[in-house]
Nanobody, 114 residues
Framework: QVQLVESGGGLVQPGGSLRLSCAAS????????MGWYRQAQGKQRDLVAL??????NYADSVKGRFTISRDNAKNTVSLQMNSLKPEDTAVYYC?????????WGQGIQVSVSS
């Protein structure tokens, strides 16, 4: 069983930055995708960014503002979020997909407001 623990959320003003981190409880092979989804209140959960061994994918709404990275030695994935907007407000979920299962973190709140 894989446990994912997120950290780094909080309240920030528009234009500000936050860095989310997620630590896995077991070894995650580099070819398994890791990433972040988010769910705003009353909306569906959507992909924010995903990173595999050779490529990364971003939602159009965050391209140029968010950067995903992973440390395979530490089994962590991070999301650097810059130029935050009120519409980025959501619960952010860490995600890992293996050959047999999908795993989710418990979610962490990110609020962008003045």
């Amino acid at each position: 069983q894989v446990q994912l623990v997120e950290s780094g959320g909080g309240l920030v003003q528009p234009g500000g930055s936050l860095r989310l981190s997620c630590a896995a409880s077991v070894t995650i092979f580099s070819f398994y995708p890791m990433g972040w989804y988010r769910q705003a209140q009353g909306k569906q959960r959507d992909l924010v960014a995903l990173i595999g061994r050779l490529n990364t994918n971003y939602a159009d709404s965050v391209k140029g503002r968010f950067t995903i990275s992973r440390d395979n030695a530490k089994n962590t994935v991070s999301l650097q979020m810059n130029s935050l907007k009120p519409e980025d407000t959501a619960v952010y979920y860490c995600y890992v997909r293996t050959s047999t299962s999908e795993y989710w973190g418990q979610g962490i709140q990110v609020s962008v407001s003045s």
